[in-house]
């Protein structure tokens, strides 16, 4: 049986990084590696999904081992912990694909990336504001059918 081994990142893309906060995409990335299906399971997501989140541009192109096998790093787990955030709030996967794309394009981009994320917190806040103004509605109509409960069934109300 073969035993899977450890593979570095290549250290010619300059924009490897997967973290918008990493700043050293050069060095060699060292952190233990997983396979589709531990990472499927700390993810929630498929290993379907996951092939697919590469196809697309979700993540970058994932190394291998000698073998073929995808290997995922802790660098990688991050950044598909952000994208489960990033559509938590509702983000396109069309969006996401392109904060990714900016991602990898490096620093010139901050102001890009900024705007991005800036524009989409302010479509969550207004889906938050309209969620609390339809749990008020959903409060009052709870409210009536409580004090209305105990009428109906022959109680006083208190």
Avoid: N
Wanted: proline letters at 3%; a neutral charge; hydrophobic letters at 35%.
């Amino acid at each position: 049986m073969a035993v899977a081994r450890p593979i570095t990142r290549s250290t010619t893309s300059t924009a490897s990084s997967v973290s918008a906060a990493s700043s050293d995409a050069e060095a060699p990335d060292d952190s233990p590696r997983y396979t589709i299906s531990e990472v499927a399971a700390r993810s929630g997501l498929t290993a379907h999904t996951l092939r697919w989140y590469e196809r697309i541009g979700l993540l970058e192109q994932i190394d291998r081992s000698y073998s073929g096998q995808r290997r995922y790093s802790d660098k990688d787990l991050g950044w598909l912990s952000f994208l489960g955030k990033l559509r938590l709030t509702g983000m396109s996967v069309a969006d996401m694909v392109r904060y990714a794309e900016l991602v990898r394009a490096g620093e010139q981009t901050v102001g890009e990336r900024h705007q991005l994320l800036y524009d989409h917190r302010e479509e969550v806040r207004q889906r938050i504001a309209d969620l609390q103004a339809t749990l008020a509605v959903l409060d009052h109509k709870i409210s009536l059918y409580s004090d209305a409960a105990p009428a109906a069934e022959g109680k006083p109300t208190v």
